[in-house]
């Protein structure tokens, strides 16, 4: 990304509401990272803290200790993703996948928030269908019936 581009995507995030130091943090993991924000994750997936990854941000320093504790200790645990109530509205917009996540196992009083792009998901998981896909299998299926029906 280039010096205008993050510039730009610094002003489009501060036009979302952010303050501009966490628009240009994001902007720098968004540098930091080859596949951007494009990983989503879905309730249930396994995964695992991109541990490499997250303590490799520039502001892992100054990060809150019980943040930094929680994925020291974690870092080869598997978790399930889940959405707090805000996620699961976004979810439902987006074919039940978000950007954003906590932890089903994550026990602290308030459940830290992951990027989907700081895990690593366990191999051989398959995402779930969604409501959508399912409506469509299930119309093509009744066409496929009805055409057999013609022949």
Known sequence: MNREQRRQTVKNLQKKGLKRESAETIVER?????????RDVWEGEKVKLNYDRIT???????????????????K????????????????????GLSGLCQFVEDTTP????????????????KRPKTETELQNE??????????KGIE
């Open 138 to 147: 299930a119309f093509l299926a009744h066409v496929d019936e009805v055409l």
């Open 30 to 38: 968004m540098d930091f990272t080859e596949h951007h924000f494009s």
């Open 76 to 95: 080869d645990t598997v978790f399930t993703v889940e959405f707090d109530d805000i996620r699961k509205k976004e979810a439902e917009k987006n074919e």
């Open 56 to 74: 490799h941000y520039k502001d892992w320093k100054i990060l809150r200790q019980e943040y930094r504790d929680f994925v020291e200790a974690n």
């Open 110 to 125: 308030v459940k830290w928030l992951f990027y989907a792009i700081d895990l690593i998901p366990e191999p051989n998981q």
